[in-house]
């Protein structure tokens, strides 16, 4: 079965600092990872993928993800905050067959204090 | 140009009542449709996906259901509403690719 967890319901940052949202994944064989962002009453955004490759996937608002096969984690990352990143981010997964249905974790609420 | 159309944006509903949200999609043919419910609070939870006309696949057991009456179209519905019903209703599409693309949401508020 496939799965993900966001360990931390709320991360808060400084504008300027290097932020981090976690994501750890579950999934047989070889995964598809995404990161979508929603902004309020909105829908979800896509902002990254990993398919194959680099590691180090670079995707939209200068945010990039590092895909880690044996900590099976997908962490989303920013060298710089802006208080507009402040949102919720849902990390996904799904595995290589199927009909395409992705799984979501709970959500992070990033808040970038000015 | 490749796009979701969900409608009502907001809705509010009586418990009891019946429930219609449509999703339609252009630019593509024969697609995989989705709908996902965020609740208050929590993450998205896949409730119905479908590969084709009148297919339909139920991921959770619930007070809700689908139909696929159209190549793209997608209708979610509910005879008698619950108070836990409430939440943020999205469609989404892949067109073909590998990621999901999601229309803008349906708020829905059961009272």
């Known amino acids: 079965a496939q799965s993900v967890a966001q360990p931390e319901d709320q991360v808060n940052v400084a504008e300027g600092n290097p932020l981090t949202v976690k994501c750890t994944y579950s999934?047989?064989?070889?995964?598809?990872l995404f990161w979508y962002v929603q902004y309020p009453n909105r829908g979800l955004q896509f902002l990254l993928k990993?398919?194959?490759?680099?590691?180090l996937v670079k995707g939209s608002y200068g945010f990039e993800a590092e895909f880690n096969k044996s900590q099976t984690s997908f962490h989303l990352k920013k060298p710089s905050a802006l208080v507009s990143d402040s949102a919720l981010y849902f990390c996904a997964v799904r595995d290589r067959t199927g009909a395409n249905n992705l799984f979501f974790g709970t959500g992070t609420r990033l808040t970038v204090i000015p | 140009s490749q796009t979701i159309h969900q409608w009502p944006a907001t809705l509010v509903q009586p418990v009891g009542s019946p429930l219609s949200l449509e999703c339609t999609v252009e630019?593509?043919?024969?697609?995989?449709l989705y709908w996902y419910r965020q609740a208050a609070g929590r993450g998205l939870q896949l409730l119905f996906y479908?590969?084709?006309?009148?297919?339909i696949s139920s991921e959770v057991p619930q007070n809700l259901s689908a139909s696929r009456p159209q190549d793209r179209q997608f209708i979610l519905s509910s005879k008698k509403l619950l108070l836990s019903d409430s939440g943020f209703y999205l469609c989404a599409c892949p067109f073909g690719g590998a990621k999901l693309f999601f229309g803008s949401g349906t708020q829905l508020s059961v009272l």
């Open positions: 630019g593509t043919s024969n697609p995989n």
């Open positions: 990993y398919i194959t490759g680099d590691n």
């Open positions: 999934v047989s064989g070889n995964p598809y």
């Open positions: 479908s590969v084709g006309i009148g297919q």
